[in-house]
């Protein structure tokens, strides 16, 4: 079977259009429809928020460098 691939922008939700294809008139043709995957960016921006949350929980109060040693040898040891 031989595959084509094409981008198109929806423009209309109750219809696609697609135009120039590289088959026969009467050819058999498979249609599979696939949604751009977005998940990546969604959760690229919620670690972004989670991250600025966490900064702001600390602004008033910072980490010390001994805490920051404390808890990465606790972490080490399976605290």
């Known amino acids: 079977m031989?595959?084509?691939?094409t981008y198109v922008t929806i423009a209309d939700p109750?219809?696609?259009v697609l135009?120039?294809?590289?088959f026969q008139p009467g050819q058999k043709v498979e249609v599979i429809?696939?949604?751009e995957d977005n998940q990546?960016?969604?959760?690229?921006?919620?670690?972004?928020?989670?991250?600025?949350?966490?900064q702001?929980?600390?602004a008033d109060h910072?980490?010390?460098?001994?805490e920051i040693a404390a808890e990465i040898e606790a972490y080490r040891r399976g605290e």
């Open 40 to 54: 990546r960016a969604t959760l690229a921006a919620e670690l972004k928020k989670l991250f600025k949350e966490i």
């Open 33 to 35: 429809i696939l949604a």
């Open 19 to 22: 135009s120039d294809l590289p």
């Open 56 to 58: 702001a929980t600390h």
């Open 2 to 5: 031989n595959a084509y691939k």
């Open 14 to 16: 109750k219809q696609l």
């Open 62 to 66: 910072p980490l010390t460098e001994e």
